[in-house]
């Protein structure tokens, strides 16, 4: 007969309680849980503080429009380490939209500001909502960092990339905002 530790005599007795087993798969879980934090919810931000206040009474599973507008101040990326301790600041400000429409060098929202009243209308430019940096105008020509831009291009060019990837639909559930699909 073979001797065994008391660790594998002890180990071999607590497989066999299942239902000691399912509270330890459920510390582990917890735990796997508590390490990933950031990097598992919909809001990475630090203290998850991604949030529009005209939405938080919402009920969860409404429906809405968001504009990302890029912050203009430079946001640093973290590391994995960082982000699972502290979460990475956004490089947009998302802004609730019912609807809006472009003109020129401008995109006009009607900006979501509660149920009772009316959209608020404004206006951004949309150099400053894709690059986040403000255009300097000399005349007829618009320069961004010193760079000449070719502007009936440029402005169809920035339209259709604020159409694709910075006006999104989502979701509201259960007090986390989840991206649904890229208007």
Request: some cysteine.
């Given at each position: 007969?073979?001797?065994?530790?008391?660790?594998?005599?002890?180990?071999?007795?607590?497989?066999?309680?299942?239902?000691?087993?399912?509270?330890?798969?459920?510390?582990?879980?917890?735990?796997?849980?508590?390490?990933?934090?950031?990097?598992?919810?919909p809001d990475?931000?630090?203290?998850?503080?991604?949030?529009?206040?005209?939405?938080?009474?919402?009920?969860?599973?409404?429906?809405?429009?968001?504009?990302?507008?890029?912050?203009?101040?430079?946001?640093?990326?973290?590391?994995?380490?960082?982000?699972?301790?502290?979460?990475?600041?956004?490089?947009?400000?998302?802004v609730p939209?019912?609807?809006?429409?472009?003109?020129?060098?401008?995109?006009?929202?009607?900006?979501?500001?509660?149920?009772?009243?009316?959209?608020?209308?404004?206006?951004?430019?949309?150099?400053?909502?894709?690059?986040?940096?403000?255009?300097?105008?000399?005349?007829?020509?618009?320069?961004?960092?010193?760079?000449?831009?070719?502007?009936?291009?440029?402005?169809?060019?920035?339209?259709?990339?604020?159409?694709?990837?910075?006006?999104?639909?989502?979701?509201?559930?259960?007090?986390?905002?989840?991206?649904?699909?890229?208007?």
């Amino acid at each position: 007969m073979a001797d065994i530790t008391t660790t594998q005599r002890a180990w071999s007795i607590f497989k066999r309680n299942k239902l000691a087993l399912a509270g330890l798969a459920f510390i582990a879980f917890t735990i796997v849980l508590a390490v990933l934090g950031y990097l598992i919810m919909p809001d990475s931000t630090p203290n998850a503080n991604n949030m529009a206040i005209q939405l938080s009474t919402k009920k969860p599973g409404t429906k809405y429009t968001v504009l990302c507008i890029r912050n203009a101040d430079h946001i640093d990326t973290v590391n994995i380490i960082q982000k699972m301790l502290f979460g990475q600041p956004s490089f947009y400000r998302e802004v609730p939209i019912t609807g809006y429409h472009f003109k020129k060098d401008s995109i006009y929202i009607d900006e979501y500001i509660g149920d009772e009243d009316k959209p608020e209308l404004k206006a951004y430019n949309i150099f400053e909502v894709v690059t986040g940096i403000k255009p300097v105008y000399r005349g007829n020509k618009v320069y961004l960092k010193n760079k000449l831009l070719n502007t009936p291009v440029e402005y169809a060019y920035l339209q259709n990339q604020i159409k694709a990837n910075q006006i999104k639909r989502k979701v509201s559930c259960w007090d986390q905002i989840y991206t649904v699909a890229i208007c």
